[in-house]
């Protein structure tokens, strides 16, 4: 079974400054999909970026980059230039394709202060 | 256009008595996700709907917990009874899966918190 794991439950940054989170995840599958989703208080998930294994470029969106370490199993996510609205619950997903259809498996989640 | 839509945003009852949450996905998609997300936990897969049917539903409770999908768009996720520990979030999901194709986005609806005293 595939497990992902984020080992900082919380986070903090100053406004404008960089931050990193950390995702580790465990499957036997070479063809699979990884994810960043942002949880803000509203409670509604919202996709941040996403990279697909079989790419070995890293995926940008914006302020928003990974570090994608497919040997080491490795996901993080760099946010640049930090804002407020950056505050929330980030969430580490994989994805495979099994029985014709993709299921996402989360991690705990990250929650992110941003520090004005 | 819409997004996938919810109700009710927030639910309280006592334990013993039945719930039951709706789901509008985004029209045009076919498959619906029901997620469990405990306390500081990330969202957990209870069932997924391909149109009508339910093609994955190993981690429904099917002792109390029963979902239906008419007409293969909107869905309706009930408890029946419920205990304190369904105090949870219920997210609805969906996307438009397409035969052979790559990953589609799953577009999450805000979600129902349900409160068991």
């Known amino acids: 079974a595939q497990t992902v794991t984020q080992s900082q439950p919380e986070m903090s940054v100053q406004e404008a400054e960089t931050v990193t989170l950390s995702c580790t995840y465990d499957t036997s599958e070479s063809d699979y999909y990884l994810f960043w989703y942002k949880q803000p208080p509203s409670r509604q998930m919202i996709l941040v970026i996403r990279?697909?294994?079989?790419?070995?470029q890293n995926a940008t969106e914006n302020r928003f980059s990974v570090n994608f370490q497919k040997a080491a199993k490795s996901f993080s996510l760099k946010i640049s230039d930090s804002q407020l609205g950056d505050a929330a619950m980030y969430f580490c997903a994989y994805s495979y394709s099994g029985a014709g259809s993709y299921q996402l498996t989360f991690g705990k989640g990250t929650k992110l202060s941003v520090i004005p | 256009e819409a997004g996938v839509v919810q109700s009710p945003r927030y639910k309280i009852i006592e334990k013993k008595q039945p719930v039951a949450f709706w789901c509008n996905p985004i029209s045009g998609h076919n498959t619906l996700y029901w997620y469990l997300q405990n306390l500081g936990q990330g969202p957990e897969l209870l069932i997924r709907?391909?149109?009508?049917?339910?093609?994955?539903d190993s981690q429904l409770p099917k002792d109390r917990f029963s979902a239906e999908r008419l007409k293969g768009v909107d869905s309706t996720l009930k408890i029946q009874p419920a205990e304190l520990g369904d105090s949870a979030v219920y997210l609805c999901?969906?996307?438009?899966?397409?035969?052979?194709?790559?990953?589609?986005?799953?577009?999450f609806g805000p979600g129902t918190r349900l409160t068991v005293l």
């Open positions: 709907y391909e149109n009508e049917e339910a093609v994955d």
């Open positions: 990279q697909e294994a079989y790419k070995q």
């Open positions: 999901a969906s996307s438009l899966e397409l035969a052979g194709g790559s990953y589609n986005e799953q577009f």
